[in-house]
């Protein structure tokens, strides 16, 4: 993880960067929760890789290399807190315990893809072994599910 990622959780952010089956259009009761707790503010991206996990769901790893992007939805929370505290419990992210925890939450840029602005953001990377995951071309797992 680059250290200009933050990894602090009582850091006050109130946007999420989605890039799995948090997007729009995925059928699950926490993608349901993020659209009604949160305003979508369009696509955008961050530097990164995406891994598809036994084809369940996408593991993103951070990266310093600027044409790694991963592709996603970003979204501005009313009640951060409360809905990340959710959204911790689908991505199996103990704050507490990172060794424990199958994602791992940080602050890092995003941008726009609309007006090309960085926005500060939540966003969940994957905290274990990327050892048998295939990596996701382009960064885009909607595209990779397609």
């Not at 995003?110 to 966003?123: C, D, F, G, L, T």
């Amino acid at each position: 993880m680059d250290d200009s990622y933050e990894i602090n959780q009582r850091i006050q952010c109130d946007y999420l960067f989605v890039y799995g089956t948090l997007m729009s259009g995925m059928n699950n009761p926490f993608a349901k929760k993020l659209r009604q707790s949160a305003s979508c503010l369009g696509q955008a991206f961050a530097h990164g890789l995406l891994f598809d996990y036994r084809q369940e769901y996408p593991c993103a790893v951070a990266s310093i290399i600027k044409s790694n992007k991963i592709h996603g939805e970003l979204y501005q929370m009313t009640e951060a807190d409360t809905l990340l505290s959710d959204l911790d419990i689908y991505e199996d992210c103990r704050c507490k315990e990172p060794d424990r925890s199958l994602f791992i939450r940080c602050v890092v840029p995003v941008v726009s893809e609309r007006n090309e602005k960085e926005i500060q953001a939540w966003m969940y990377f994957w905290n274990h072994s990327l050892d048998s995951l295939k990596e996701i071309p382009y960064g885009n797992y909607r595209k990779h599910c397609s």
